[in-house]
């Protein structure tokens, strides 16, 4: 069941508040009511602030149930009263027994001795006078991980305890001077239940640390894209939960972080008119400067799916039980169909008429990733960095087919792990020169495929090749949503749709991993059955033979 919150206006100014009274488990640390202004007098406007004032009410319950969780117990039961005074007795009994061999009056004056300290004992127990025990209960209190108050009846119980382990303890000695040895307690039964040694705390596992250890464990995979995507959402994740325990953080103050997402201005690290400002505050200033805000696309794929992905490996790794953050997402009003169009046939006609496309291909002042890269990805559904990032070496032959290895290397890094791929040359791509184009980099020693496939603004490999490549589709007035070099890879799983592929099959091609399955296909077809699909995959109506080597 949500917790609901209620808003008050507040009679000298009448602006609404946030008003609710804590818990009473949490009353010794915060008594009282919670009261926040939202600084609105519109209802609705103050509405639309109450995720972020709750999610702070629920911050500071969770770090005031957190502090009494650590704190140490400061009361004792009278069972573990006694077996603490069990524990003394067995622990300082050795010390107490005369085990040497020692002469007839040397035992006649230890015996007296011992006689007239347990006698004293005795009285002092019999007057309730503990100040001979009073460091040792101090000293058992501490090692059991209690703190009692000396003037506690806890503490009283305790020392009186104490007190009768040492009256034991001489009885036990007496016993043995006198001959007999196997002495048991009378007023201290030695099977009452010991009280456990106390235990180190556990370190807090906080956000903050939880972001480190993920960063340490995620970022060698990281492409420079994918830390660089990364960066916003530790920030924000720090600022809005730095100090606290991750299994605290409850489902309301995961859906308080969401509404803090919603109205974030875009591109909030780097506005100058933000600088320097918390992050709520920057929803604040976004907010009266009308400044535009994170696209709800922007906020399932970039936030949201980065936090899901940090609170899972949480769980994966045993820091908490159930993540807060599952499945949490913002209405997108756009369709999915929508974002993105795929090229359509008759411009991919005029597109590959155009620019470096008018003739075949040749050493005469082109981009070879200008080129090739547009129809690596449209024949074989690359991204533009998988493309441009291929190296001479990662076009070879197996099974007596020529192939290209998509892999990860010291440079560049792959968007998923199904990424990685051996994929069977398209026959179309061989028309068109491109083996040949490849023989000519490696008789020339080059290392990359396309040596000109530099990074760009995004520090992205073919980062580049791709804006120009999205200025020479506009510049040709093409219409769709977004078209772009992403295009081609929407183009071709249009295209195995067509060919009426197996669906795993044309996973396979497209490498992605079945919805719902976390499975990927690739490594269970061979090249030639690779081969054979590849060959089927076409764009019925495309005319690239303008580009074929003579």
């Not at 295209?495 to 690739?522: F, Q």
Request: aromatic share 8%; net charge positive; glycine share 8%.
């Amino acid at each position: 069941m949500e917790m609901t919150y209620a808003l008050s206006r507040n009679k000298r100014s009448s602006k609404w508040q946030f008003r609710k009274r804590y818990p009473s488990d949490v009353a010794r640390i915060l008594p009282g009511e919670f009261i926040k202004s939202t600084g609105e007098e519109d209802k609705r406007a103050a509405q639309a602030r109450v995720p972020m004032i709750a999610a702070e009410y629920e911050r500071r319950i969770a770090e005031a149930r957190a502090k009494l969780a650590e704190a140490p117990p400061t009361t004792l039961s009278d069972a573990q009263a006694l077996a603490m005074a069990a524990n003394f007795y067995r622990s300082a009994l050795p010390s107490y027994l005369v085990t040497r061999p020692i002469g007839q009056l040397e035992q006649r004056q230890l015996l007296q001795d011992t006689r007239e300290r347990l006698e004293a004992t005795r009285e002092a127990l019999g007057r309730n006078e503990f100040g001979m025990v009073a460091a040792a209960a101090r000293t058992a209190a501490r090692g059991a991980g209690v703190e009692l108050p000396e003037d506690s009846p806890a503490m009283d119980m305790l020392r009186r305890c104490l007190m009768l382990a040492f009256v034991e303890l001489m009885r036990a000695a007496v016993a043995r001077l006198e001959g007999a040895p196997d002495y048991m307690p009378q007023g201290l039964p030695l099977d009452a239940p010991a009280v456990p040694a106390p235990t180190a705390a556990a370190p807090k596992r906080t956000v903050e640390a939880l972001l480190t250890a993920y960063e340490a464990d995620k970022a060698a995979g990281w492409s420079k894209a994918s830390a660089n995507a990364f960066g916003p959402v530790s920030r924000v994740l720090r600022e809005m939960f730095a100090d606290r325990e991750v299994g605290t953080i409850t489902r309301e103050e995961a859906k308080g972080l969401v509404k803090v997402l919603e109205g974030l201005p875009v591109s909030f690290g780097r506005r100058k008119d933000l600088a320097g400002l918390s992050v709520p505050q920057m929803v604040e200033r976004g907010r009266a400067l009308g400044l535009p805000l994170l696209a709800p696309k922007t906020i399932n794929s970039k936030y949201l799916v980065n936090v899901a992905a940090v609170f899972n490996w949480a769980v994966t790794e045993q820091w908490i039980a159930s993540s807060p953050f599952k499945s949490l997402s913002v209405h997108d009003p756009v369709d999915a169909a929508d974002k993105r169009d795929p090229f359509k046939v008759p411009q991919l006609n005029k597109l590959f008429r155009s620019g470096p496309w008018q003739s075949p291909w040749a050493e005469d002042g082109r981009s070879s990733g200008d080129y090739w890269v547009p129809l690596l990805c449209l024949f074989h559904g690359l991204r533009n960095g998988e493309a441009a990032g291929l190296r001479v070496e990662d076009v070879g032959e197996e099974s007596g087919f020529a192939v290209l290895h998509v892999r990860p290397y010291g440079g560049r890094t792959l968007k998923t792990k199904d990424a990685r791929a051996t994929l069977p040359i398209h026959p179309e791509l061989v028309r068109l020169g491109f083996l040949s184009f490849v023989a000519a980099q490696r008789e020339a020693g080059a290392v990359q495929l396309f040596p000109d496939s530099d990074v760009g603004g995004k520090r992205e490999v073919g980062g580049k090749i791709g804006a120009r490549f999205s200025h020479h589709v506009q510049s040709l007035g093409l219409e769709g949503k977004r078209l772009g070099m992403h295009s081609f890879r929407h183009s071709f799983e249009d295209a195995t749709r067509e060919a009426e592929l197996a669906p795993r099959t044309a996973l396979a091609l497209s490498r992605r991993t079945e919805t719902g399955s976390g499975k990927s296909y690739g490594d269970g077809m061979s090249t030639r059955q690779k081969a054979e699909a590849l060959g089927r995959v076409a764009y019925p109506g495309l005319d690239l033979s303008h580009l074929y080597r003579k």
